[in-house]
């Protein structure tokens, strides 16, 4: 049984490798376009370290409480109709008579 299991584990490996060496020969032969050929410099990069210390920079606020999210939305719509009042507010009232 164990000379079985290893049998088929051989056969295994050796189809992966075969489908693995006929994948890279596949891609040797296609032509690449410039755009794939870009290098990068490896030994120029910056430290790891300095990338990802860097803060992002984004908006984010913390409104953690659902009073607080709602009153925020309506301060925010009541916003919007005003200034759009604002802007077309002679045409809203002719619109609407």
Known sequence: MDNEKEDNQALKLQQLF???????????????????LIEIDVLN???????????????????????????????LVVLVIGVVYYLFGDQITVFFT
């Open 18 to 36: 075969s489908e693995v060496n006929n994948q890279e020969l596949e891609e040797k032969e296609k032509p690449k376009k410039e755009q794939e």
């Open 45 to 75: 990069l910056p430290p790891r370290s300095e990338v990802h210390n860097k803060a992002s920079v984004s908006f984010q606020m913390d409104i953690r409480s659902p009073l607080w999210r709602f009153l925020f939305v309506i301060l």
